[in-house]
C-alpha cells in the first residue's frame, strides 16, 4: 500500500472520530440508512461567551460554572474562563461602548482566569464587583464539554437597572432576534457583542419598530475586534423613542455572542437572551405566578403577516386569555400586547400557534413583579425544547423555581440536583406534566448542600418539554429576580458510522 493510501485512510479515520467542535443540528431523518446507524456521542470542545455584567459601581456579580456528568465523555480535559482581551489605550467611539478603561484593577482581572472547574458534577463559582468587569470567553474540552453551562447572575443595589440580573453564557453565532428590547425615556438598551475568534467579524443592527424597519445607519458595519466585546447603546442608532423593538443581529462576517441588556430607571431590569430562530409555534415558558403584568413582544421577518393563537398553559390545562384569544403580527412590523395580571396566582407558559398559515415568528416576553414604587422585571424569549438534556446553574436551597411545560403530549420527567459547591450530595426526582400544563415543582434539594447547586433535566418520555428557572431575592421590599430558559445543552451530536472504501481511491 502506498503512502498516498494510507495518508487518506488516516484522515477519513480522523474525521469520524470527530465529535463535536460544534454544535450539529440534523434533521429528523427517519427511515434513512444514515439515521439508523448514526451514534451519540459527547461533543468533544464547548466555547461559551458572557457578557460584561454591568456598569454599576454597585454591581456584584456571580459566575457559577457547572458540567454534567456523561456517559462516554473522555476521562480527561479541561475548562476555564478567562477575560476577552480588551483594546488598550483610547475611548472607543460613540456607538455605545462603555467601556473606555484600562486602569490596573481591570489589567489584573483579565491575568488569571475567573473560574477553573475541577470535575464534571459539582458546580464551581467565581465573583467580581463594580462596573469595569469586562467580558469573559470560556472554553472546555474532553470531559469538561458536554453540556458546559456558565450562569452570570448580578445584583445591582440602586440605580438604572437595580434589582437581579441574570443570563445564561451562550456559544458564538451569526444570527439573533430579540423581541422586547426600546429605546423609550425610560429605558437604557445595550447590544453586547463578544468576538471570540482571531479575525474582526462584520455586524449589522437592524431594527423594527410597530411601522417596520427603523432607518439606522449607525448600526450597518459595526466591526468587533479579535477577541473583545463591544456594547451597542440601543438609543444612538435610531432618533425616534420605539416603546416596543426587535433587535436583529446579523454577521456578515465571523462569529460573535449577543445578548440585549434592558435597564430600566424605575422598574429595574433584565438581560433579554435572544429567541430561538422563527418558527410558526412558540413556547415562552415559565411565567412567574404572582407577576402583576405580562407584555407580549411578537415579530415576524417574512414577507406574510401572522396570525396567531395565544393560549395560557396553566396547572390546569390550556386556557385562553380573556380579550386576547389572537395577536395579529404584520410582516416586517413589531407587535405588542399587554395581558396585565394574566396569571392570577398560578403558575402558567404562553404557548403561541398559527390560526390558520404557519409563518414563522420570534417572540418574547416582559414580565413584571411587584408593586407601584417597588416593581422588578424580566425578559423570557420563546425557547428550543430541552430535548435530550438541559442545565440551569446557580441554585439555591431558597428563592429558585423551576417550572416545567408539556404544550403537547403529557411527559415524564427526570430533575437531578447536583452536589452543592461547597459539598453536598447530588439527588433526583421524577415527575409527571400532564398534557398542556405548566407545572412549579417541587425541588429535589441536595442532602448537605452547602453553596449554589446545578439543576439538570432530562425528558424520560412522553411528549416534549419547555423549562425555565427563576432566581428571586427580595431587597428592601423590591422583588428582585431573573427568569432564563432551559433549551436543550446539546452535549451530544449524532455521528454517522463510516465503512472504509478503498474502491474511492482507484476511481
Not at 17 to 41: C, I, Y
Not at 252 to 272: N, P, T
Not at 345 to 356: H, K, M
Amino acid at each position: 500500500m502506498n503512502r498516498t493510501t494510507v495518508s487518506l485512510i488516516a484522515c477519513a479515520t480522523a474525521l469520524a472520530a470527530v465529535t463535536g467542535f460544534a454544535t450539529l443540528n440534523t434533521p429528523d431523518a427517519a427511515g434513512s440508512d444514515t439515521a439508523r446507524t448514526a451514534t451519540e456521542l459527547p461533543v468533544e470542545r464547548t466555547s461559551l461567551l458572557c457578557p460584561s455584567p454591568s456598569t454599576s459601581d454597585l454591581a456584584e456579580t456571580a459566575y457559577t460554572s457547572f458540567t454534567p456528568v456523561t456517559k462516554g465523555a473522555e476521562s480527561d480535559g479541561k475548562a476555564e474562563l478567562v477575560a476577552a482581551a480588551e483594546e488598550s489605550g483610547e475611548a472607543k467611539d460613540d456607538k455605545g461602548d462603555k467601556s473606555g478603561k484600562d486602569d490596573e484593577g481591570s489589567k489584573k482581572k483579565a491575568d488569571k482566569p475567573v473560574l477553573t472547574p475541577e470535575k464534571p458534577g459539582a458546580p464551581v463559582t467565581g465573583d467580581t464587583s463594580g462596573g469595569d468587569s469586562p467580558a469573559l470567553v470560556g472554553t472546555a474540552t474532553g470531559r469538561f464539554a458536554p453540556g458546559w453551562t456558565v450562569q452570570e447572575t448580578t445584583e445591582v443595589a440602586a440605580g438604572t437597572g437595580r434589582g437581579l440580573q441574570g443570563v445564561t453564557c451562550t456559544t458564538a453565532d451569526t444570527d439573533f432576534w430579540f423581541p422586547g428590547a426600546s429605546t423609550s425615556a425610560d429605558r437604557t438598551d445595550y447590544v453586547h457583542l463578544t468576538n471570540p475568534d482571531d479575525s474582526a467579524a462584520v455586524v449589522d443592527i437592524e431594527l423594527y419598530g410597530k411601522d417596520g424597519a427603523l432607518e439606522a445607519p449607525a448600526g450597518e458595519d459595526i466591526t468587533v475586534p479579535p477577541h473583545s466585546s463591544e456594547p451597542i447603546l440601543l438609543s444612538t442608532l435610531v432618533s425616534a423613542e420605539q416603546t416596543n423593538l426587535t433587535v436583529h443581529v446579523n454577521v456578515r462576517s465571523g462569529r460573535v455572542g449577543a445578548a440585549v441588556q434592558a435597564l430600566d430607571d424605575k422598574i429595574g431590569g433584565d438581560w433579554l437572551a435572544a429567541s430561538t430562530d422563527p418558527t410558526a409555534s412558540l413556547v415562552l415558558p415559565g411565567i412567574p405566578k404572582d407577576a402583576t403584568d405580562v407584555r407580549l413582544v411578537a415579530f415576524t421577518p417574512g414577507d406574510a403577516d401572522a396570525d396567531l393563537k395565544v393560549r395560557l398553559a396553566s396547572p390546569s390545562g390550556l386556557i385562553t386569555p380573556a380579550g386576547n384569544e389572537t395577536l395579529h403580527v404584520k410582516a416586517g412590523m413589531t407587535a405588542a400586547v399587554d395581558l396585565g395580571d394574566v396569571m392570577r396566582g398560578e403558575a402558567g407558559s404562553l404557548v403561541l400557534t398559527p390560526t390558520d398559515q404557519a409563518v414563522p415568528i420570534v417572540a418574547a416576553v416582559r414580565v413584571t413583579r411587584g408593586k407601584s414604587g417597588k416593581q422588578e422585571t424580566a425578559f423570557i424569549p420563546a425557547t428550543r425544547a430541552v430535548g435530550k438534556r438541559a442545565t440551569a446553574a446557580d441554585n439555591s436551597a431558597k428563592g429558585t423555581t423551576l417550572s416545567l411545560v408539556a404544550p403537547g403530549r403529557s411527559a415524564q420527567v427526570k430533575v437531578t440536583a447536583s452536589a452543592g459547591s461547597d459539598g453536598g450530595t447530588a439527588v433526583s426526582k421524577t415527575y409527571t406534566i400532564k398534557a398542556g400544563t405548566t407545572q412549579d415543582v417541587e425541588l429535589p434539594v441536595p442532602s448537605g448542600l452547602k453553596g449554589t447547586y446545578a439543576l439538570t433535566v432530562e425528558p424520560v418520555s412522553g411528549g416534549p418539554v419547555y423549562a425555565a428557572r427563576t432566581l428571586a431575592a427580595t431587597e428592601e421590599g423590591i422583588p428582585g429576580f431573573t427568569v432564563q430558559t432551559l433549551p436543550d445543552d446539546r452535549g451530544m451530536v449524532r455521528v454517522p458510522e463510516a465503512d472504509q472504501d478503498l474502491s474511492v481511491l482507484q476511481r
